[in-house]
Nanobody, 129 residues
Framework: QVQLVESGGGLVQAGGSLRLSCAAS????????MGWFRQAPGKEREFVAA????????YYADSVKGRFTISRDNAKNAVYLQMNSLKPEDTAMYFC??????????????????????WGQGTQVAVSS
């Protein structure tokens, strides 16, 4: 069983940056794709970004494309989400998740929660206007 722990959230002004980290323990994540999702108050959890096992491929929701960057360090068993040019609408609880696949041949495999089998508890991001 893999344990995922997110960190790096906080309160930031619009236009600012945050870097989220996801540390895995219990099992290696180096052979799994990984993803970040978020859930705003009163809304369903939504896909943000995903990365293949090697880090060679990454995918983003349209709402964050060009502003967020997902990366990973398999030696450290960790995944990161660099968030720049933050907007108030980015305010949410952010979760990292372990994918059931190493890489994604179709967007359904990285956007749907059912294709992830391990989740962290989340880290809160709040962006003030």
């Amino acid at each position: 069983q893999v344990q995922l722990v997110e960190s790096g959230g906080g309160l930031v002004q619009a236009g600012g940056s945050l870097r989220l980290s996801c540390a895995a323990s219990g099992r290696t994540i180096s052979t799994n794709g990984m993803g970040w999702f978020r859930q705003a108050p009163g809304k369903e959890r939504e896909f943000v970004a995903a990365i293949s096992w090697s880090g060679s491929s990454s995918y983003y929701a349209d709402s964050v494309k060009g502003r967020f960057t997902i990366s990973r360090d398999n030696a450290k068993n960790a995944v990161y989400l660099q968030m720049n040019s933050l907007k108030p609408e980015d305010t949410a609880m952010y979760f990292c998740a372990r994918a059931t696949r190493a890489y994604f041949v179709d967007q359904v495999y990285y956007t749907r929660e059912s294709f992830y089998d391990g989740w962290g508890q989340g880290t809160q991001v709040a962006v003030s206007s």
